[in-house]
Every structure is written in C-alpha cells, then in structure tokens.
C-alpha cells in the first residue's frame, strides 16, 4: 500500500532492511512497506535541536523528509524553535515527495529553562486520522501537587486506523531526572485513560534516556512500568544513538491492549546506512536513529 519512493529504495537496499522480534537486538533495519492496510507502522525520531539552522541545510532535509515518510505515525522530540515555523517548513518539505498528504499537530513549547522544545506527531492522512481536539499536554504539576515532575510535560494525542484507534504519549524526559520522569510516566498515563474513558490502547514513546548513565540497571528494574502489564518493544540491548554511545535511550512501550495490536516487528531505522551517510553527515540529521514498530488494524 505505501510508499512508491520507498518501494524504489528498498530495490537498492533490501539488503538492510531486516525487521526484529523482541527481545533479539535488530539488524539495521527500515519498515517494510505496508502491502495492504493491515498494519500500521508507529515510530518516535530525536531530530537533535531541530530548527532554524538544521533545517536551513538541504542534505539534511533532504534526508529527514523520506524518513517521515516510511511511517504512518511518526512522533518528534526536541523541535527548538521560538519562531515555531520548523515543523511547517518540514511538513511542506515531506507534502513536496510523492505519495499521501501528511499531516502533524504540535505541542506548546515545554521546559523549564529558556531552552523550550516541542513535540509533535506527524501522520499520513491516508492511513491514519487525528482524533479533533484530543492532543492536549499533561498538567504539571498535577491538581492536588506542587510538585513538577516533568522537564518537558508528556504530549498526548488520540488517532484512529481502520479498526485500531489508539493515544500516543510522547516523552523527552531530562537526563539527569530520568528515574523519576520515568516513574512519573505512570501518572500520565492515569491522566490519559480519564481523558480517554473509552479507549484501551495506549503506547508511551521517545526519547526517554533510558540506559547507560541516566537509568541503571537497578533504576529501571524498580520502576512500575516493568511490571508485566507493560510491554518495552525496543531492550536494553539495543542501540539507538549514531554516536559511540551504545545506550537504549528511545523506547517504545505498549500499555492497555495496544500489545495486542504489536505484530512482533520493531526496529531501529538506520539512516546512515539507508542513505550511505559517513559519521559527520549522519550527526548532522541527529544523533539518534529513529525507533519503530508494527501493529495491526483491528
């Protein structure tokens, strides 16, 4: 069904393109495209102080606008831009290749220092459709607390897929915090099911910093969301970072009955290897790959 410009990529590249089951630790992988509407593809990208500079370079917009284009559902983190015209100029850029009209919705700018970012959703309009009026961001501190737990508040936003309706709940979290936004994430979740009384899906994403340094091993074992209610698609083993880094920072974790949906496939997209990037080039689109996973409609 998708995607004429990746059906003529993955001609010369099929050779990559290899999906994963968890918990195996994936080849370098792109999705396959969708032969039917039977699945949907849901996918979270740290494009790395997304604005005015980045996307004022043709060779990296050139590569980031097919990349938004191998999913139905693509969630962004770290749009720094106080114009907030970024996320228009890459959402024309990737309506300017063949194929579906995209749409996007955007989160108002979070954090606590001068240092704002935005989320945002970015979706083919083809195969999936924003619930009107469901994006909000999560209150914080909550009612009842002065507490702030979130650097950046987790943005919320419903979409509805043939026979799959499903919230998506994206998450940057502060490095030096992670432990606790990650315990924090909980809460959201609570938030987003009264929000939304009549869904069962729920999927949490994003940049998380979730290993290494910023969440031990110990850290992570103690969080309610490892108990076996909770699926993490991508593990601990993986690497998501372009950099030396070997850490698992961008997660993917089903809540509610979107596990039910998940269709075992998942990966990591390695752009550097897709587009024949060396090290500079690949750092210059970010330094993290995008994370993915599949999931049937109905």
Not at 28 to 36: G, I, K, L, T
Not at 185 to 211: C, I, K, Q, S, Y
Request: some cysteine; overall charge negative.
């Amino acid at each position: 069904m998708k995607r004429l410009a990746l059906l003529i990529m993955l001609a010369c590249i099929a050779g990559c393109i290899t999906p994963q089951t968890p918990p195996a630790q994936p080849s370098p992988a792109a999705p396959q495209p969708n032969v039917s509407a039977a699945n949907i593809t849901i996918a979270s990208f740290n494009i790395q102080v997304f604005g005015e500079s980045k996307r004022s370079k043709p060779e990296v917009m050139s590569v980031l606008a097919p990349i938004a284009r191998m999913f139905d559902v693509m969630a962004i983190e770290e749009l720094r831009d106080d114009t907030e015209t970024t996320l228009p100029i890459y959402l024309a850029q990737i309506n300017s290749l063949p194929g579906p009209a995209y749409g996007a919705v955007m989160s108002p700018r979070l954090g606590r220092t001068a240092s704002k970012e935005n989320y945002a959703f970015i979706y083919d309009t083809a195969t999936v459709s924003l619930v009107p009026g469901s994006n909000y961001t999560f209150t914080d501190p909550p009612a009842g607390s002065s507490t702030d737990l979130f650097q950046r508040e987790p943005f919320m936003a419903r979409f509805n897929s043939s026979g799959f309706d499903f919230v998506l709940i994206v998450l940057h979290s502060e490095p030096d915090a992670t432990p606790q936004e990650l315990a924090s994430l909980t809460a959201v979740l609570d938030d987003a099911r009264a929000h939304f009384p009549d869904e069962a899906d729920f999927m949490m994403l994003g940049d998380m910093n979730a290993d290494c340094t910023y969440l031990s091993a110990a850290e992570a074992s103690a969080l309610a969301l490892r108990n076996a209610s909770f699926t993490w698609v991508v593990p601990d083993s993986a690497d998501t970072t372009t950099k030396s880094t070997d850490c698992a920072y961008d997660r993917i974790i089903l809540a509610g009955g979107a596990a039910s949906h998940f269709t075992g496939r998942w990966g990591i997209l390695r752009f550097d290897q897709l587009y024949g990037l060396n090290q500079s080039a690949t750092e210059d689109v970010s330094d993290h790959y995008p994370v993915w996973a599949s999931f049937r409609n109905g």
